[in-house]
């Protein structure tokens, strides 16, 4: 973990909030290399839930909402964590995160629990009363909940259908921790898929095998990640069934999304707080119901983290150590360098028109400083499939060397054939 988080701030992946004001406390900034995997993590969920598929639709609903949604969704009287304080260091952590020992000083002289409601509050408009109060989402699910009916009709589908969404979530956890696996600020990858009542076992298998295939495909090993059904005391209320995928992280086995089977709980909900109907009308039966729900719930940030922890090796090239990042293409930062081999003008001229071929189609770096051998290994580590390095043959065959960063194999291909070539490789 450590080697990670180094990794991380030195190669500008991720930096702590505010470092040169001593820091937030778990706030983190993604740097030019962490915002280029984070995005490709988003595009790469994207692509699989919505873009490849026919039944489900996008949606981008707004962060600060009516509170009149988070009474009916239950999250101003449920959403609490168990709050107990140390008497002894005055540190405050979650009662079922501790087993009755404080991990600062080991006192076991701690406060009757409590409970400990996560919603950031805020208030909307001039004055602070109880008029203006809002809270900023703890999730995105509920933006999709309300927005049901409105989609069902402006895209004219019907059950089985999903509504997906990626967005910033905010909970005011008690203990964060473990780098940027839990933070009070994070981005959500959430799907509502809503289904006939007695089509929902099987959308539920369907979906959590979908969401652990997802992981595996781009590249983390079987042995690093698991599914875990919930047990029946740990479902939360509205819940009929919950698996998490889970990975192996260097504390042990944690979520990375959860796979719920919601019932009809969150419609029926929000239909009695606003007084709308929220169902689906059967021309088959000619009957209304109340889809059932089944939600896939991934965190980009914590995914992003897991991927960059299942890429991490370390090997001998040429009697050195080498740290590579052994990313799947999809998720590298960066597809592809351009590495002139002098910064002498006519090499630099021959490498810039290099650079704007792949760059209209691929994310791509040009260095020129330091020795070849010093911009491959740090092209290496920060997880780029392939180098491709222009020296002075270039100029008369017109053609380059392209370095693959697994095998470190090194093939002449001409330019005219670069991007097939390039294309072939990297497999998009």
């Not at 042990?252 to 239909?271: M, P, Q, S, V, Y």
């Not at 052994?326 to 590495?339: E, H, K, N, T």
Request: charged share 25%.
């Amino acid at each position: 973990m450590e080697k990670i988080v180094s990794l991380s701030k030195r190669r500008g992946f991720v930096f702590q909030s505010a470092e040169i004001y001593g820091g937030f406390r778990s706030t983190y900034d993604y740097g030019p290399l962490g915002i280029l995997m984070l995005r490709n993590v988003r595009n790469a969920w994207w692509r699989s839930m919505v873009q490849t598929r026919r039944d489900v639709v996008g949606l981008e609903a707004s962060i600060l909402t009516t509170p009149k949604i988070w009474e009916a969704s239950g999250h101003l009287a449920n959403f609490t964590d168990p709050l107990v304080d140390c008497r002894n260091c005055k540190e405050r952590w979650r009662e079922d995160q501790i087993a009755g020992v404080c991990p600062k000083c080991g006192s076991t002289d701690l406060t009757e629990s409590r409970a400990f409601n996560m919603m950031f509050k805020t208030f909307v408009g001039p004055v602070e009363d109880d008029a203006a109060v809002a809270y900023l989402r703890p999730e995105t699910a509920q933006g999709m909940f309300v927005d049901f009916k409105n989609v069902m009709q402006s895209s004219r589908l019907k059950p089985p259908f999903g509504i997906a969404q990626i967005g910033k979530s905010f909970r005011n956890e008690i203990t964060p921790g473990n780098f940027v696996f839990r933070t009070r600020e994070f981005e959500q990858m959430e799907m509502e898929f809503f289904v006939p009542p007695a089509e929902a076992d099987h959308w539920f298998e369907y979906w959590y095998k979908e969401r652990f295939n997802w992981y595996l495909d781009l590249g983390i090993a079987p042995e690093k990640i698991r599914i875990r059904p919930h047990e029946k005391e740990e479902l939360s209320h509205y819940s009929a069934g919950t698996v998490d995928v889970e990975f192996d992280f260097p504390w042990g086995w944690g979520e990375l999304e959860g796979i719920a089977n919601r019932t009809d709980f969150d419609l029926n909900a929000h239909a009695e707080g606003s007084g709308e109907k929220l169902e689906y009308f059967d021309q088959q039966t000619g009957e209304p119901y109340v889809p059932y729900v089944i939600e896939p719930a991934a965190g980009a940030t914590r995914a992003m983290m897991a991927f960059l922890l299942a890429a991490y090796d370390e090997d001998v090239v040429s009697n050195e150590k080498r740290v590579v990042l052994r990313l799947d293409p999809r998720l590298a930062p960066y597809s592809i360098a351009v590495l002139p081999l002098s910064k002498k003008p006519e090499l630099s001229e021959l490498s810039g028109k290099v650079f704007s071929l792949l760059a209209g189609r691929y994310s791509t770096d040009y260095d020129e400083v330091q020795s070849i051998g010093k911009r491959y290994r740090r092209q290496d580590e920060v997880g780029t499939p392939l180098c491709v390095t222009i020296d002075f043959v270039s100029l008369t065959d017109n053609a380059v060397t392209v370095r693959n960063r697994d095998t470190t194999e090194q093939v002449r291909i001409s330019i005219d054939e670069l991007m097939a070539y390039v294309g072939g490789v990297l497999g998009f």
